[in-house]
């Protein structure tokens, strides 16, 4: 991780990296992928790619302007665009698209992104990982509300050895020290890199998908559910940066 910018939090990744973080992409992948099918195996799991660009209208209005990145409107009819924040909202799109035009699409429904997202971050030392630009894998994986599976508890320490397992240091998984307004509940798994506890990921059990889920049975008529979304999103930035240090000692 080089700062040859010379500004703060605008770093170059050099070739091992981008190959650990490729690298990390597909075996974080496959590790969720796995575990979700082993609480269920009806579990059916997709990877989107959306634009980093993405309307102002669908971000949280917990982000203010001074948090993202704003694009200048040069007309009063050009659309209000920003630089993601987060991969949220285009997965949540994603998911609401597929399960209203593909009749065989049903819950439970994981989708997933991988890719960099964008904020206004206070100036820190690097060593921090608070990047402007940053890379994250988000994993949105949707269920009735009335299933008899708690995957968020199921998945605590499945993701901690995952992670543990890539990078070589002690992990722990702890109460997050912010509770969203999205969440019902929120943990995050800390990394030991001798400066400091470090989150690399957050785990939510999430209640603002946009819309109710329909369900048909064989026989009887349709029934609405409400629906939860287990969030596990991973700073591959700062898995990579934790990786390192390991490696170096």
């Known amino acids: 991780m080089l700062n040859i910018y010379h500004v703060n939090s605008l770093v170059h990744w050099e070739e091992r990296e981008i190959l650990l973080r490729d690298h990390m992409i597909g075996f974080f992948s496959q590790e969720v992928r796995s575990f979700l099918r082993s609480v269920n195996p009806a579990w059916d799991v997709r990877r989107v790619e959306a634009p980093a660009l993405m309307p102002r209208s669908l971000v949280s209005s917990a982000y203010s302007n001074v948090d993202i990145w704003v694009q200048e409107q040069l007309s009063a009819s050009d659309t209000a665009l920003v630089l993601r924040p987060e991969t949220t909202p285009s997965t949540y799109i994603y998911m609401q698209h597929i399960l209203g035009n593909h009749s065989k699409t049903r819950l439970p429904l994981c ?139």
């Open 111 to 249: 989708v997933w992104q991988a890719g960099r997202s964008y904020r206004r971050e206070q100036e820190q030392p690097s060593k921090h990982i608070r990047l402007k630009e940053f890379w994250q894998l988000e994993f949105q994986c949707a269920f009735t509300a009335d299933s008899g599976n708690d995957y968020h508890a199921a998945c605590l320490e499945p993701v901690r050895r995952m992670i543990a397992s890539l990078i070589h240091l002690p992990t722990r998984i702890v109460p997050s020290d912010r509770l969203p307004a999205y969440s019902e509940v929120t943990v995050d798994i800390e990394v030991d890199n001798g400066d400091k506890w470090m989150e690399v990921c957050s785990i939510s059990r999430r209640t603002d998908f946009p819309q109710r889920y329909r369900s048909q049975p064989k026989k009887g008529a349709a029934v609405d559910h409400d629906v939860l979304v287990l969030e596990i999103a991973i700073g591959l930035d700062r898995c990579i940066y934790n990786w390192s240090v390991a490696a170096d000692r």
